[in-house]
């Protein structure tokens, strides 16, 4: 029932993460058949000389058989470490092509990932119960399909080559051993392309099933796809605390401002608006709202203004209306133009009598 609500394709991050457990698309059909292509191909290429290297050892071995029946200790060891020198000049150059060959067809589907949680020991890779589910399967069952189908084609293959050929060897005895090996190498050379050949199709049809097989397992439900989406966006509590030092900051950015106010219109302790009016500043059709808060901030901007000599007056519906209508750092609107001109006014009066008062003095 859980894999029948897995509807939704996996999103970028599913498929980050599941890269980086190494749970990666790839078929291995696409590695073994051109890496059996191009295993025959270089021993094709290589045959001649092979087969001159492989007679002249012969050749050289034989030449050494020592006049007598004995063989010594020291001549054995000799021996088997020349013997094995030589295989392995034999050897080398077909396993190296071997390990590139899949190596470079192993990181052009992987892309080059390397996963260490593949290394890592987990107790579920030896749940019995669990290989037991996993080896009966739908993919298991597939599986045992392909691998039939490729032992049935590789059969008639073999059984067709070696049919229409058998009348050509039985000719051939009697002929020159070195034109009867050629033969034959040939014969198993070509065999081994036209199973390549319809392995080449095998393969492709392979690759789409296991992209099809690995779109499948990482489908998702959407509930998952939900989860996904709030983690991407953070956890509640950091994003609060974090929203919550942002409103601290422009608090005080506000408060800074608040000495450079004309005046502070508040009501009388529940709302606090300042108020700023530059006439010579061009950009600025109207007063602008510097600092505003209710409760406890409204007290604090009030404070500050009257530490810093700003005027503070008092008119409730004045200061309750700007409050929830003007944000902070924009002009007020038209419809306060009036209400707010008459305090600025008396506010500048007031400013002006209390210089005139301070020259007479």
């Given at each position: 029932?859980a ?27 696409i590695t ?27 050749v ?37 092509t ?74 051939m ?8 090996i050629?033969?034959?190498?040939n ?22 099933y296991?992209?099809w ?18 983690q ?13 030092q ?116």
């Amino acid at each position: 029932m859980a894999d029948d609500n897995r509807t939704e394709k996996a999103t970028p991050r599913k498929r980050q993460d599941e890269r980086k457990k190494g749970n990666i698309f790839q078929s291995r059909e696409i590695t073994n058949v051109f890496g059996l292509l191009i295993f025959t191909f270089v021993l094709q290429m290589l045959g001649p000389y092979y087969f001159k290297y492989f007679k002249d050892t012969i050749v050289f071995y034989i030449n050494k058989l020592p006049a007598s029946n004995v063989l010594e200790s020291r001549d054995v060891t000799r021996t088997v470490a020349d013997l094995m020198i030589r295989v392995m000049i034999m050897v080398l150059p077909l396993a190296v092509t071997a390990a590139v060959t899949a190596f470079v067809f192993t990181v052009a589907q992987t892309r080059g990932n390397f996963s260490k949680e593949q290394l890592k020991f987990q107790i579920s890779r030896i749940n019995i119960l669990k290989g037991l589910k996993n080896f009966f399967s739908i993919k298991s069952l597939v599986e045992l399909i392909k691998s039939m189908i490729k032992i049935t084609v590789i059969f008639y293959i073999l059984y067709r080559n070696i049919s229409s050929n058998i009348n050509i060897f039985m000719r051939m005895v009697g002929s020159d051993i070195l034109e009867i090996i050629l033969w034959i190498a040939n014969t198993v050379i070509s065999m081994i392309f036209n199973i390549c050949v319809i392995m080449i199709c095998f393969s492709i049809f392979d690759y789409f099933y296991q992209w099809w097989d690995y779109e499948r397992r990482l489908r998702m439900t959407k509930e998952e796809i939900k989860n996904e989406a709030k983690q991407a966006e953070g956890d509640p509590q950091i994003k609060g605390k974090i929203r919550e030092q942002q409103r601290s900051i422009a608090r005080m950015r506000m408060m800074q401002k608040v000495p450079e106010a004309d005046v502070v219109i508040k009501n009388p302790t529940h709302y606090a608006v300042a108020i700023k009016y530059d006439p010579e500043n061009k950009k600025q059709k109207a007063p602008i709202v510097v600092a505003k808060g209710k409760g406890y901030i409204a007290l604090k901007i009030i404070a500050i203004a009257e530490d810093n000599k700003v005027t503070v007056t008092e008119n409730r519906p004045l200061a309750r209306a700007l409050y929830q209508s003007v944000k902070v750092g924009r002009e007020i609107p038209g419809q306060f133009y009036q209400a707010v001109a008459e305090v600025l006014a008396f506010v500048y009066n007031l400013k002006k009598r209390e210089r005139l008062y301070e020259i007479q003095k």
